[in-house]
């Protein structure tokens, strides 16, 4: 089993910064990547990002790519989600998400993941 917990949520502005984090716990060793997506009301849940453990590959959504950042921290077991120029269409719950698959070519997909955190919100305004 892998625990994971997201903070760092909350009301942003339009052109505003906000860093999500994910603390993981458990059986960690299990995971070999970990994912951000996030759920807009009455919308499916899209993949943000995405991170490989041991070497830190990232992998992004393109409706993203140039305002987020992912990043990991090994001895912290921490994934980090740094947003900027955010923007109204960015308001959702945000997910971190554990996957021990190894195909990168997964990554974007839900059902990649085998653990889940309860997520937090994030509310941009205009």
């Known amino acids: 089993q892998v625990q994971l917990a997201e903070s760092g949520g909350g009301l942003a502005q339009a052109g505003g910064s906000l860093r999500l984090s994910c603390a993981a716990s458990?059986?960690?060793?299990?995971?070999?990547?970990m994912g951000w997506f996030r759920q807009a009301p009455g919308k499916e849940r899209d993949f943000v990002a995405a991170i490989s453990w041991n070497i830190g590959s990232t992998y992004y959504a393109d409706s993203v790519k140039g305002r987020v950042t992912i990043s990991r921290d090994k001895a912290k077991n921490t994934v980090s989600l740094q947003m900027n120029s955010l923007k109204p269409e960015d308001t959702a719950v945000y997910y971190c998400?554990?996957?021990?698959?190894?195909?990168?070519?997964?990554?974007?997909?839900?059902?990649?993941?085998?653990?889940w955190g309860q997520g937090t919100q994030v509310t941009v305004s205009s």
């Open positions: 998400a554990s996957t021990g698959a190894t195909d990168r070519g997964s990554y974007s997909l839900q059902r990649t993941y085998n653990y």
């Open positions: 458990g059986r960690i060793f299990n995971s070999y990547a």
